[in-house]
């Protein structure tokens, strides 16, 4: 699929924009903090649902304003096009339509808009800590499947309950005649989570290796032969290795799995009545060569790679269905100019990618430029070969 | 704030589920603007529920008796004991005209959360009955949301001990779902699709 137009009000420094996209490459241009990466952000919000930069949503609404309105249309194999709607309400819940009609859950118009973003704060996925990269495989699998969003909630509120439980019989306020039963079920919505990322590791793995194979390729001086690895690290102490070939242990097998390694903590659980166990304290392994990318990768390695993993994410997600709009921010300046060109390649075969930069010659692509000032598109050029249609609409 | 019996009546409706504070007040001042004899009809409404309806003593349900009318009705079978949260269920599950058995009404369902366990809710009761009377089988049509299956495993659990067929209705209901908004259709269709636990 791809984005033929992006409208933003009061989102972020835009009061007013439109946003016209090509097919293939546009690119985004402008100094530091005028609102380059607000537009990836808002093209990236209309399919999941939520911000890469915040876990509110009030600071995506214009200062002033109450609510942002955004809006796109794509258009999708065969031509058909679609014109999603959100309206963002911090103050209440959100507003969806889907060609102009209103939708009753906001939910049933994600997902249709396909996007996978990279952004600077994508090194955390190799420097943060293991949640950002449990949140990683979560949301590739919510955007890849959303009945995985209902799987993951149910395990959430079990795991409050069962934590609510564990408290109280520190406390002395409840028996322990009900940890059996929510133990049952946190291992048997736990085992859904489990089942689904392991393959999700095992369809990321290949993917990712051959990404991180093809940036980093023929940098003469570097060792090539350290590629990618990914181990799924279950709480239970077992490392799955990922295996593209490699099929998914049953759910069953998983959830006894699961129970038991829940048993070995159970002294502990008393003591600190929290759940010890389970997907909410697994870990996906990174390595490069023999090393872990934490703590061991350069800069430029951990920015590859977590590079490659959004790469690998787009694969993942092209292989059940539309191919998702790529977007870029400010990948080019970080890299070392074969890296740049090998990326630029790639992103040549893509059916659309939207990309920013504060200065342009760092993107070594031909498409459209629109320039980006203070929450205006104040001009916008078509590159040499291509008559883009990406014009000035906004206003101040 | 405002003052005297308003404020005391938005506090009260306040206290309602489902009403904020706003709601509250806009309430409390339509009640204000009606006739006399409509805001009166309302009182009595609410202190006849008080006076008139209590929990049938065999099965929690509401009843105007000492049982309630299911309870009452020989045309029931005494032998098959379906077992629901709240009254609402039961009135959700007699609209189907599915099930010809009795009830019992556990009051709510397990939640950690809520400080609700198996001792806060009718379970006792509930064991007692199955000693008492002649029951063959127990149907399990606890909410299918995590909570009502919670409560429905650990009843079957407990039930095991004992000599009497426990099913759980079938779950071809949403899940997260409530049993009082599932149509009946659905609602009919989990009850003769229940599998034996
Ligand atoms: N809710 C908001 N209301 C008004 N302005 C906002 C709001 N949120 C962010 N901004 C402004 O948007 C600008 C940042 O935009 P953005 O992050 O898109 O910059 P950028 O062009 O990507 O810059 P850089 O090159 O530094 O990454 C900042 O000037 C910030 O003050
Ligand atoms: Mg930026
Ligand atoms: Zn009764």
């Known amino acids: 699929m791809r984005v033929e137009r992006l409208e933003l009000v009061d989102f972020r420094n835009y009061r007013h924009a439109t946003l016209d996209l090509a097919p293939g490459v546009s690119v985004l241009v402008g100094p530091n903090a005028q609102g380059k990466t607000n537009l990836l952000e808002a093209l990236h919000y209309l399919a999941i649902g939520g911000s890469h930069r915040v876990a509110t949503d009030a600071p995506l609404v214009r200062t002033g304003a109450e609510t942002a309105v955004l809006r796109t249309t794509a258009r999708f194999a065969g031509g058909r096009r679609v014109t999603v709607e959100l309206e963002v309400r911090p103050a209440g819940r959100n507003r969806a339509k889907v060609n102009g009609q209103l939708q009753s859950r906001t939910r049933d118009a994600l997902g249709i808009v396909r996007s996978v973003l990279f952004a600077p704060e994508d090194l955390q996925l190799v420097r943060g800590d293991p949640g950002d990269r449990r949140r990683f495989l979560d949301d590739l699998l919510l955007q890849r499947r959303p009945a995985y969003g209902a799987a993951r909630q149910e395990y959430e509120r079990i795991l409050r309950q069962r934590n609510a439980l564990l408290r109280g019989l520190r406390a002395g306020r409840q028996g322990t005649e009900m940890l059996p039963t929510w133990t049952d079920a946190l291992v048997r919505a736990g085992a859904t989570l489990l089942a689904a990322r392991i393959a999700a590791v095992h369809a990321l793995a290949g993917p990712a290796a051959a990404a991180y194979r093809d940036l980093v390729a023929t940098a003469p001086e570097q060792d090539i032969g350290r590629d990618v690895t990914m181990e799924y690290e279950l709480s239970t102490g077992r490392s799955v290795t990922a295996d593209p070939h490699a099929g998914v242990p049953a759910p069953a097998e998983l959830a006894e799995e699961l129970r038991a390694g829940v048993a070995d903590v159970a002294v502990a659980e008393r003591d600190r009545a929290m759940t010890l166990a389970g997907p909410h304290r697994d870990e996906l392994f990174l390595g490069v060569g023999d090393l872990p990318a934490k703590g061991f990768a350069s800069h430029g390695e951990q920015w590859s790679l977590a590079l490659a993993l959004r790469l690998a994410s787009r694969e993942v997600l092209h292989e059940v269905g539309e191919e998702p709009v790529v977007l870029l921010d400010d990948v080019f300046a970080e890299l070392d100019a074969g890296r740049r060109r090998r990326l630029a390649d790639r992103c040549t075969r893509f059916e659309q990618v939207v990309v920013t930069a504060a200065v342009d010659d760092d993107v070594p692509l031909e498409g459209p430029r629109s320039f980006v000032h203070a929450g205006t598109l104040v001009a916008a050029w078509p590159s040499a070969d291509d008559g883009g249609s990406a014009d000035e609409r906004g206003t101040g | ?197």
């Open chain 2, 1 to 197: 704030m405002y003052e005297g019996p308003v404020q005391d009546l938005i506090e009260e409706l306040g206290r309602l589920p489902g009403v904020g504070p706003k709601s509250a007040q806009r309430l409390a001042f339509h009640l204000l603007a009606v006739d006399r004899a409509d805001a009166e009809r309302l009182a009595r409404a609410i202190v006849q529920l008080k006076e008139r309806v209590r929990f049938c003593a065999r099965c929690f349900n509401v009843s105007e008796h000492e049982e309630c009318r299911v309870c009452r009705d020989p045309r029931r079978d005494p032998s098959v004991l379906c077992v629901v949260e709240e009254p609402r269920d039961v009135q959700a599950i007699e609209k189907t005209g599915e099930f010809r058995g009795r009830y019992h009404v556990l009051g709510g369902a397990i939640s950690p959360i809520d400080g609700v366990g198996p001792d806060q809710l009718h379970i006792r009761q509930l064991v007692a009955r199955l000693g008492e009377e002649d029951i063959g089988e127990v149907v399990l049509a606890t909410n299918p949301n995590i909570e009502g299956e919670a409560t429905a495993s650990y009843l079957g659990r407990l039930l095991k001990a004992m000599d009497v067929r426990v099913s759980r209705i079938a779950s071809g209901l949403p899940v997260g779902g409530d049993l009082e908004y599932a149509d009946e259709v659905t609602l009919g269709r989990a009850f003769s699709g229940r599998r034996e636990l």
